[in-house]
C-alpha cells in the first residue's frame, strides 16, 4: 500500500484497475492474502478521498498452470471479490467469465487468449482484458 500514494494518488488519476494476484496464488499464496492486499489498497484509495466507482478490479481468469490446491484458492478469491465489490461499491471486471474456457476445461484460459504457456494471453487474449476493462468503465 505504501506504492499507491506516489504511484496512483499523487498523479491525479480519476480511475484505478487493479490487476493482481496470479502470481501470488501460483506462488502459493492463500487467497485470504490476496483479500487482505485488495482491502488495503481499497481502503488506502477511499481514505484519499477517492470513489470506490472510480475502483476497478480484476478477477483471474482460469490458467493451466495452477494446481488443484492453487485452483481452490482462485476460485475462493474471485468469489470473495464479487462480494467484497459488491459489497463496497467497487467495479468487478470479470475477466474469468470471459477468458475461462467452461466449455471444456474451467481450469484453463480459452485456446483463442492462450498465448501458449497457458498463464499468459496472446494479443488477442490482452486486447479481450483491455475490452472487460474498458466496458466496466
Known sequence: ?????????????SKVVIHIGTNDI?????AT??????????NTLLA?????????ICNIYGMALFS????????AYNSWLATFCSTN??????DNINMTDFSTNPDT?????????????NALGFAKIASNIYNSI
Do not use: K
Open 68 to 75: 488443484s490446491t492453487e485452483e481452490v484458492q482462485r476460485l
Open 1 to 13: 500500500a505504501t506504492h499507491i500514494t506516489p504511484l496512483i494518488i499523487n498523479q491525479g488519476f
Open 26 to 30: 501460483n506462488r502459493g499464496y492463500a
Open 48 to 56: 484519499a478521498g477517492w470513489s470506490s466507482s472510480n475502483i476497478y
Open 33 to 42: 492474502v490476496l483479500e487482505a492486499n485488495i482491502t488495503t489498497i481499497v
Open 89 to 94: 461499491g467497487c467495479n468487478l471486471v470479470d
Open 109 to 121: 484460459m480459452l485456446a483463442i487468449y492462450n498465448g501458449g504457456d497457458g498463464a499468459h494471453p
